[in-house]
């Protein structure tokens, strides 16, 4: 009798929560529990209960997140503003050897976090700064200090564009939308073969490369594996091949695409003004000759050495405004003028890279706007860096032909399979 009773409780229970949730769902349709609760339902009775919600690690809930962007000229103390930081935790934060975190390296624009207690202080649990899209450092500031230093996971995925020039390369490249690094990249591989300044209507290209992305984010481009660029109804192609010194691209000759120098020191922009013998000076308002080629430029965007070197000059005078000059070797030399500032570390004697940012566009010294003025020396006397026959890199060595031929194949095949659109919009497809 006592176990048919019970029979009967537990039917009853179940009959009952089938009812409530008829009830819910037929009378109150637009009900829903907010999205950080959740539902549980035991054997006689529905719990909703909030659900554990984490962040970098740290388990939030009750707590205050508070999210910013460093601001320029802010320090590390500011941003803990508002939020109470024992004396103790204060101490081990000032004692902090730098290989661990500088405090010195937070630099504007950057992503940080401040996790606070929801108390009368505000007690600071957290402090997570994310110097790249990649990398953060928690802080733990509770009770004592730790560090931790966290690696995000990048996904590589394989791509491919298309697409037809309208205008300009940089013009139809920013109303397709497509990442100003990629087309860096594409110019800096055709940069000596192909006058980007001057391309036709109708000119097109194919490209396949990677993408680099973290939790679903595109975060920029990894390389490059193949190009098909169509110029004057002329076909060009670059395969990327190592023969022991890293990845460089070479035609179907096997003879390479890159120089000593980069042609460009800075992304891809619209040439203002080219080197001339005769040129009318926008602020002098007198003709005279303009030994150098002007790039039209966001004041702010990063300016690049063109190739490995030593700093002769890094300074401020009046006509050049701040400006840096690097000796390549024993022929070539490379001025930057007009900078809005030198970056940092950049000095005399200093030894720079191919690709650095040495500093950034300005309108400092003779210049009616933010550009910059680029000047190229040949064995002490200033030519036309556009126009200047450099020696091409290393060739192909016969060695690696065979392999060399496999790459190129394959990669001519798959090119050849990507159709061109008749549409002046890129075409972006993954694999």
């Not at 939790?215 to 193949?226: A, S």
């Amino acid at each position: 009798m006592a176990t048919q009773k019970k029979i009967y409780l537990t039917v009853g229970a179940v009959l009952l929560l089938s009812l409530s949730f008829f009830i819910l769902n037929t009378f109150t349709p637009a009900f829903t529990f907010p999205a950080d609760y959740e539902v549980v339902i035991d054997s006689t009775k529905i719990i909703v209960e909030e659900k554990p919600l984490y962040k970098y690690g740290i388990l939030i809930n009750g707590l205050e997140v508070k999210e910013g962007h460093v601001k320029h000229n802010q320090l590390f103390g500011d941003l803990l503003k508002g939020s109470f930081v024992s004396p103790s935790v204060l101490q081990q934060i000032q004692l902090l050897p730098r290989s661990v975190f500088d405090f010195k390296r937070i630099a504007s624009s950057k992503k940080y976090t401040l996790i606070s207690q929801n108390d009368a202080v505000q007690t600071a649990i957290a402090f997570v700064y994310e110097p790249s899209a990649v990398e953060y450092v928690v802080l733990r500031l509770k009770d004592s200090l730790s560090v931790e230093t966290h690696q995000r996971e990048i996904t590589t995925e394989e791509k491919t564009v298309t697409g037809i020039i309208s205008t300009s390369l940089s013009e139809t490249i920013n109303a397709l939308s497509v990442s100003n690094e990629l087309t860096n990249k594409f110019v800096d591989v055709f940069g000596w073969q192909v006058d980007f300044q001057h391309l036709q209507k109708g000119d097109r290209f194919k490209l396949i490369y990677e993408e680099n992305s973290v939790e679903g984010e595109p975060i920029g481009i990894g390389k490059i594996i193949g190009i098909y660029f169509e110029h004057f109804q002329n076909g060009y192609y670059a395969f990327p091949f190592n023969q022991g010194e890293g990845i460089d691209y070479f035609d179907e000759e096997g003879n390479s695409l890159r120089k000593a120098l980069l042609k460009y020191p800075i992304e891809f922009t619209r040439i203002s003004s080219r080197y001339s013998l005769n040129r009318f000076h926008p602020v002098v308002k007198v003709f005279r000759a303009h030994l150098g080629t002007d790039f039209a430029a966001a004041a702010g965007t990063p300016i690049r050495t063109v190739g490995d070197g030593i700093v002769l000059e890094a300074q401020y005078t009046a006509n050049n405004g701040n400006y840096v000059k690097i000796r390549h070797n024993g022929t070539y030399a490379t001025g930057y003028l007009h900078m809005s500032k030198i970056a940092s570390g950049i000095g005399p004697g200093g030894r720079v890279k191919q690709g650095q940012t040495i500093g950034y566009v300005g309108s400092t010294g003779l210049a009616t706007g933010p550009h910059l003025c680029y000047r190229f020396w040949r064995n002490g006397v200033q030519v036309d860096a556009l126009r200047v026959a450099l020696p091409p890199s290393k060739p192909l060595d016969r060695k690696y032909w065979s392999e060399f031929e496999a790459v190129k194949r394959e990669l001519t095949l798959r090119l050849q399979l990507i159709p061109f659109s008749d549409l002046t919009e890129p075409i972006i497809t993954s694999r």
